[in-house]
């Protein structure tokens, strides 16, 4: 099965080079979005409506449809006694390392906080934080308390009160322990085992068990992040943080064991995305092969390789310079870099990646456990014009404008002069009146 493998290969003198690293790329994105008049789409628009006029009732239904599951309202929410109970039956171990993770989070969050310059003058920015944020945590493949630390943790840091947890009931009718073990570390109360398009949409028009929150983050399935689309306007969100992809930029410096299993880590989230762009045809082919054996090794060799054939490819470049062309076309959600001396100079001239890991020490799992930045990134090529997920994503930007009488009287003609070129004469008014005291 693995030297289907071989298919992921293209190199820059095939003529056909271009429309192949164009399908990669569509794939990619496609995995990501619904196409636009699609089946899907109109699914997705007919479960939001459903939930917006039914609310708990519809919310009900489709949680027992979509992940067999029959819940009442009532039982939606997470009481106490089972975060309590959940926290105390945790490997101690475990909780240990969530809590560095916890504290490396917030110290990494705490230093990039824009919202603690507290200064203005006549014309400046205040911060405000949000007051109620929604976060979905996937629950599909395996349980994820990073995610709850990657999201809530920023928020906490920009100083957000009220922080609502939702997560499909994939574990034995409710939500892993193991997440609700970390939101009660984080001291998170308001937790509901309700997943999907349905989830958002009880967070963004409330229902009468779920009141609606100002922002929803956080990552998931093409139908969650589908639904925060759908819903921005009535709340806020962070990104489109779909589907998990790598790419990986690589010379002839780079362990291609390492390289592989860098590749791997991402595929084997079903879907997920993994690409290696290279100068070096001697790599290409080295990875390639550390590809196929230690494909065959995982527990899931199947979705694995399967997700390497439709989203993933092994890109050989015409030079390095063509390698970072391609990468920052790319946009992906992790870009590594694996080039020896010339990782830094190399990471300098990317400008489109969600995030950029630098060396061959800095594996992804770095940055979804424990460096600090939220591993919740924008995929789909979105890293053209989202960012990370941060601190700064918790507080709203308001302008601050103070003009005393002398301020207003040195600008008032200038002002005045651009109201009229509008045909805006009440606002030209509005700063003459003031002129005839």
Same mark, same amino acid.
């Given at each position: 099965? &693995? ?11 095939? =003529? ?18 619904? /196409? ?5 789409? /109109? ?28 819940? &009442? ?12 109970? !959940? ?31 507290? #200064? ?8 405000? =934080? ?16 990073? %995610?709850? $630390? ?31 073990? %970390? ?24 229902? @009468?068990? $779920? ?62 995305? !993994?690409?290696?762009?290279? /100068? ?51 946009? &992906? ?44 990134? =924008?995929?789909? %090529? ?22 005393? @009488?002398?301020?207003?009287? /040195?600008?008032?003609?200038?002002? +005045?002069?651009? !109201? ?9 008014? #509005?700063?003459? +009146?003031?002129?005839?005291?």
């Amino acid at each position: 099965m &693995t030297n289907e493998l071989d298919k992921i290969l293209i190199k820059y003198d095939q =003529p056909d080079f271009e429309k192949r690293f164009t399908e990669i790329r569509t794939a990619v994105v496609q995995v990501t979005h619904f /196409e636009f008049d699609s089946e899907k789409e /109109e699914q997705l628009d007919a479960i939001l409506d459903d939930v917006s006029k039914r609310g708990d009732e519809a919310v009900a239904e489709y949680t027992e449809k979509f992940d067999g599951v029959k819940l &009442t309202p009532e039982q939606f929410r997470i009481s106490e006694a089972e975060l309590n109970d !959940a926290h105390k039956a945790i490997d101690k171990k475990l909780l240990k390392s969530i809590r560095q993770a916890i504290k490396n989070v917030k110290e990494y969050q705490s230093k990039i906080f824009v919202g603690k310059n507290k #200064s203005f003058k006549s014309t400046g920015i205040k911060y405000t =934080p949000i007051k109620r944020v929604g976060i979905c945590v996937p629950g599909a493949s395996a349980p994820l308390p990073s %995610t709850v $630390i990657m999201t809530a943790v920023p928020a906490q840091v920009a100083g957000v009160k009220e922080i609502v947890v939702v997560s499909p009931p994939r574990y034995n009718g409710s939500i892993h322990p193991v997440i609700l073990a %970390t939101c009660q570390e984080l001291k998170i109360k308001e937790v509901y085992r309700i997943g999907g398009a349905q989830a958002v949409m009880a967070l963004a028009g409330s229902t @009468k068990t $779920i009141r609606n929150v100002d922002k929803i983050v956080g990552p998931g399935n093409t139908w969650v992040q589908m639904a925060k689309k759908r819903v921005l306007g009535l709340v806020g969100i962070d990104s489109i943080a779909g589907p998990s992809e790598v790419l990986i930029i690589a010379n002839n410096k780079a362990n291609p064991a390492w390289v592989a299993a860098d590749m791997l880590s991402q595929a084997e989230h079903n879907p997920g995305s !993994a690409v290696l762009c290279t /100068e070096s045809e001697k790599l290409a082919l080295e990875v390639l092969t550390e590809l196929k054996q230690q494909a065959e090794k995982l527990g899931r060799a199947k979705e694995t390789i399967d997700c390497l054939l439709k989203f993933s490819a092994i890109v050989v470049c015409k030079n390095m310079a063509d390698v970072i062309f391609y990468g920052n076309l790319f946009a &992906t959600e992790h870009l590594q870099i694996q080039c020896g001396k010339q990782s830094k100079k190399i990471a300098g001239k990317i400008k489109n990646a969600g995030a950029i890991f630098i060396g061959d020490y800095s594996p992804v799992a770095v940055g979804d456990y424990w460096a600090g930045p939220s591993h919740t990134l =924008p995929t789909g %090529t979105s890293a053209r014009f989202f960012s990370a997920l941060s601190a700064n994503d918790f507080v709203k930007a308001t302008s601050i404008i103070e003009y005393d @009488k002398k301020k207003l009287a /040195e600008s008032a003609e200038d002002i +005045i002069r651009l !109201a009229e070129a509008e045909g805006l004469d009440a606002h030209a008014r #509005s700063v003459r +009146i003031r002129q005839q005291e």
